[in-house]
């Protein structure tokens, strides 16, 4: 499976942006997918996850409510709707995929893509 995040960019605090992980492979639909973030100088952390049918989401504290998971596995794209964003959102998004287990780990993740910047000014 390759992957390609999209959709970052330069956004005032309090807006929103939705970045998408187009994924290539017949077997897309097989994969949990998740969304991780890097800001510098930090680890890399999870976001969102999201399992195979689309049917369980999973969230970090830090952007439940304000952030949305979802998949279209007829398009094989798993995407992460952004809202009220906060200053400390900026990071380098990346998306992964999964395709045994229920760990939301970086270590467990199978296939990772090129992240996507998102930079949220105050």
């Known amino acids: 499976v390759q992957l390609q995040a999209s959709g970052g960019g330069l956004v005032q605090a309090e807006g929103s942006l939705r970045l998408s992980c187009a994924a290539s492979?017949?077997?897309?639909?097989?994969?949990?997918m998740a969304w991780f973030r890097q800001a510098p100088g930090k680890e890399r952390d999870f976001v969102a996850g999201?399992?195979?049918?689309?049917?369980?989401?999973y969230y970090d504290d830090s952007v439940k409510g304000r952030f949305t998971i979802s998949r279209d596995n007829g398009k094989n794209t798993v995407y992460l709707q952004m809202n009220s964003l906060k200053p400390e959102d900026t990071a380098e998004y990346c998306c992964a995929a999964r395709l045994f287990g229920n760990s939301w780990r970086p270590d467990d993740m199978n296939y990772w893509g090129k992240g996507t910047l998102v930079t949220v000014s105050s």
């Open positions: 999201i399992s195979w049918r689309g049917g369980s989401t």
């Open positions: 492979g017949r077997t897309f639909g097989s994969y949990s």
